[in-house]
């Protein structure tokens, strides 16, 4: 029986099809990506996406809110659970949503934020010159050390005793070590700062207890919903209560209007994924696939920046095999590897043709892929560099990577529910 949309639309249902053939029959390395459950997926395609909810519960604008309202609590309450919060927003469209809206509620227009260099790892949102949040505040970036590749706490101190900003940022995009959440807390104390930490990348392994959570240590926590988190592209914030309205009204009527009911409800179902045992699991084994496929990328000769990973992602420093990023990433794409290039600290390339290459292992880690697979993986990364111009080889490691992925089905259902309602 053909479906409503292969009926009305065959066009963008065959597009739909193949972009699922795409996602099932390559491996998917980029950081910020993964897949979601069928669950939150129907929760993202369900009748929620026809409402409308500006405000809050029970201060809503319109009416017709009484099952919205219960589903918003439910987000917040599973949102306030798992990351330890007092005060939970869910409703930003996405990350960089939730970091302008964090620094909305907390600072005025043209005061001082310091974050990340974008090149050294930071997000734009963390005040990067092209990025509109370096012209609504004065912006100070800190760098890291590109001799270990590592947050020099000691630099960071000194630069914001120098610039004083009213807000720090920590957090990352592309660094792949711990980040002392509790040491930017102290820098902030020290130099009278609000702490604003941006936990995108990691959110996942922050509730897993596999990476320190900043909660303790900052005023706001800024996230997206999915990446390590496995929910749908949306963005969260969490607070301490004294916080709670400043933030609440930066997100609406600050910065947005409805919120996206679908993908709330979608959220909602996410973190109750996330509150369960098979969700540790699954980021204990993300950190040890990323720490195989490191080991072995060292083993064949690739430079990590910082020399390793203590999280979900690396950064390749490729100079040393003299191939860009871009060329390399294009090569593994044809190999049905997934990456992208990426600036590296200190480096001299220009951002649309990087010397770095960035790898993650959230989506082959959620497809059931363990530490021989990550090994293997990086034998096909080898390989391929090693042949950048032979295209005979790049379409023969394709038909190896195909072969593998059809070993490791994308999983449908995360948490399998017993009889009795629960989860087994």
């Known amino acids: 029986m053909r479906t409503a ?26 950081p910020s990506e993964n897949y979601v459950s069928r669950a ?10 026809n409402k409308y909810a500006e405000g809050y519960p029970g201060k809503r604008y319109y009416e017709g809110q009484q099952v919205t309202d219960l589903i918003e609590k439910v987000a917040q309450d599973r949102a306030k659970k798992v990351f330890k919060a007092d005060h939970a927003n869910v409703q930003p469209y ?47 970036s800190y760098e890291i050390n590109t001799e270990t590749g590592r947050l ?17 940022i920590s957090g990352a995009t592309a660094y792949p070590r711990t980040i002392d959440f509790e040491i930017f807390g102290q820098i902030a104390k020290e130099v009278g700062a609000y702490h604003v930490s941006d936990i995108a990348h990691i959110a996942g392994l922050v509730v897993a207890g596999i990476h320190k959570s900043p909660v303790p240590y900052a005023d706001i926590v800024s996230t997206t919903t999915h990446k390590t988190l496995r929910g749908p592209r949306g963005g969260m914030l969490l607070c301490r209560a004294e916080h709670a309205d400043k933030v609440d009204r930066a997100v609406f009527p600050g910065l ?39 080991e072995k990328l060292l083993e064949y000769g690739f430079n990590l920046v910082s020399g390793g990973t203590d999280n979900h992602l690396m950064l390749i420093d490729l100079r040393n095999k003299g191939i860009p990023g871009k060329k390399l990433a294009k090569a593994l794409d044809r190999a049905r590897i997934v990456t992208n290039y990426n600036t590296i600290p200190g480096d001299t390339a220009p951002p649309f043709n ?6 993650g292992t959230p989506a082959i ?11 293997q993986i990086a034998a096909f990364i080898h390989r391929v560099t090693e042949n950048i111009d032979k295209e005979s080889v790049i379409e023969e490691v394709g038909k190896e990577v195909l072969l593998l992925c059809s070993q490791f089905p994308v999983p449908e259902h995360f948490i399998i529910p017993n009889r009795n309602g629960g989860r087994q």
């Open 5 to 30: 949309l292969e009926q009305y639309d065959p066009q963008i249902y065959e597009l739909i099809r193949q972009e699922e053939a795409r996602q099932s029959g390559s491996i998917r390395l980029i």
């Open 40 to 49: 939150v997926m129907m929760a993202t395609s369900s009748c929620l996406t």
């Open 94 to 140: 996405s990350g960089s949503v939730a970091n302008l809206a964090a620094y909305a509620a907390l600072i005025q227009p043209h005061d001082t934020i310091m974050g990340m260099s974008l090149v050294h790892g930071g997000h734009l949102t963390h005040g990067w010159k092209v990025s509109l949040t370096s012209k609504f505040f004065n912006s100070v």
């Open 152 to 168: 020099d706490y000691d630099k960071i101190r000194d630069l914001a005793k120098k610039h004083h900003p009213k807000i720090l």
């Open 256 to 294: 947005q209007g409805g919120p996206h009911m679908h993908t709330l409800t979608a959220i909602a179902v996410a973190l109750a994924e996330a509150d369960t045992p098979e969700f540790v699991a699954y980021a204990k084994q993300i950190v040890k696939n990323a720490k195989a496929l490191a």
């Open 354 to 359: 990087p010397s770095g290459l960035r790898l």
């Open 365 to 375: 880690t959620t497809r059931g892929f363990k530490e021989p697979e990550a090994q």
